[in-house]
């Protein structure tokens, strides 16, 4: 694939992403699900050259957790579309994978923060799980 296209639900940010990392996984921590309001957030990674707004980047609005960590949205729809960990050194972009329009040809790679799952989820697909992220102990 050569390039990837994504947007918000209402189409005013749009980027297109070059090359998407290998880490690629769905987090189940409380701030995701009721970010996202799913069971569980998947997020995919990219060099920051290979990230690029092509629309609306001043429609961003930015959440700051308590934990430090910055999630930014839509503030016209909404849709959440990038998560930078408190220790964010600016070098990856981490997107919403549910924002893409293009088809992936690459699948996500774990189940991260699974301690925090919500009760009524199961996981079935055979991923490697972790209680919290990926240099945590390991549960599945």
């Not at 690629?24 to 990674?45: D, I, N, Q, V």
């Not at 959440?80 to 690459?106: N, P, Q, R």
Request: hydrophobic share 35%; aromatic share 10%; with cysteine.
């Amino acid at each position: 694939m050569s390039s990837y296209q994504g947007q918000c639900l209402c189409g005013e940010i749009q980027y297109q992403v070059d090359k998407i990392e290998a880490k690629m996984g769905h987090c189940h921590c409380s701030m995701c699900r009721k970010f996202h309001g799913a069971a569980f957030a998947t997020f995919g990674e990219a060099k920051i050259a290979n990230f690029h707004w092509l629309k609306g980047e001043d429609l961003l609005q930015s959440f700051k957790a308590d934990n430090g960590s910055i999630r930014q949205f839509c503030k016209t729809c909404g849709s959440s579309m990038i998560f930078k960990a408190a220790d964010d050194m600016g070098d990856v972009v981490e997107f919403a994978l549910g924002t893409l329009d293009t088809a992936l040809d690459i699948e996500p790679d774990a189940h991260i923060f699974v301690d925090s799952k919500a009760n009524w989820t199961k996981i079935c697909d055979g991923l490697p799980q972790y209680k919290a992220y990926r240099d945590s102990e390991k549960i599945g």
